[in-house]
């Protein structure tokens, strides 16, 4: 499937938009800071995360993923708890220290950096932005023994302005906004896609491609799907490339739903 989303890291497109995200992601990491990174929905900051994580030597990285933050701030330090191979303490009083430590010794005794990857971070509340602005407290504030990477939507860059979060704001060293991609981008992302298929020669025609590019805004999962609506819009039509009356078929039918 040319525009599938189990691609493996090494096989993603890599426009200048998502090395530059997967490359703030790296410094970050490198830095055991606190990181921002936010885009539009299928802008494509998923995708960045797994390539920058999948480049980490995993004998000196061990990534923690929360992929849904609404488990709330108990929730939250449990899975890190967790997956550091701890057994989480009941009450929220000791379970915070203890996430706290888990984090610190899996850096001080066994010498892997922690990094805490927490997606749709635009959902997280107050609280448990503060819970995180508080486990980078260390050793009286002199560095952080593990790095955060908070990725979600463009709401969550206005969220950390808010005066109540102002001491966790302070803290971000690393803030990127993942844009859609340039006209010239869709083509290659769409023909790199093609090309992974095992398809060399030219699928999409100039028309089509400019259509689903001006309909997605660029954005790589609203391409994807254009993409493979009109390929069985122009399979259905017996043609052998995707033409712009393909395009135009699959816009209409993405709007419909």
């Given amino acids: 499937m040319p525009f599938g989303r189990d691609l493996a890291p090494s096989m993603l497109h890599r426009h200048p938009a998502h090395g530059e995200a997967v490359a703030r992601i790296t410094w970050c990491v490198d830095q055991h800071a606190i990181g921002v990174i936010t885009g539009e929905v299928g802008a494509g900051k998923t995708v960045a995360m797994r390539a920058a994580t999948a480049a980490l030597d995993t ?59 927490i997606d749709e971070a635009h959902l997280l509340d107050n609280q448990q932005l ?62 790199h896609h093609c090309k992974i298929a095992g398809r060399s020669d030219t699928l999409f025609s100039d028309d089509a491609i400019r259509l689903i590019h001006n309909a997605s805004r660029g954005h790589p999962r609203a391409v994807n799907n254009l993409a493979l609506h009109a390929l069985t819009a122009a399979f259905a039509a017996d043609h052998a490339i995707v033409d712009e009356k393909a395009a135009r078929i699959a816009i209409s039918e993405i709007a419909a739903d």
């Fill in 130 to 191: 503060e819970a995180i602005r508080l486990l980078t407290n260390h050793d009286m504030d002199s560095g952080s023994p593990f790095a955060v990477v908070l990725v979600g939507q463009p709401t969550l860059r206005q969220r950390l302005r808010l005066g109540v979060l102002a001491a966790l704001d302070q803290r971000i060293a690393v803030r990127y906004h993942l844009g859609g991609m340039s006209a010239a981008d869709t083509a290659d992302y769409i023909g």
């Fill in 59 to 117: 004998s000196r990285h061990v990534i923690i993923y929360l992929p849904n933050p609404s488990v709330g701030m108990r929730g939250m330090l449990h899975h890190i708890v967790t997956a550091l191979g701890h057994t989480p303490k009941f009450y929220t009083a000791t379970l915070a220290p203890q996430a706290a430590e888990a984090l610190a010794t899996e850096h001080a005794e066994r010498g892997r950096t922690p990094v805490v990857v």
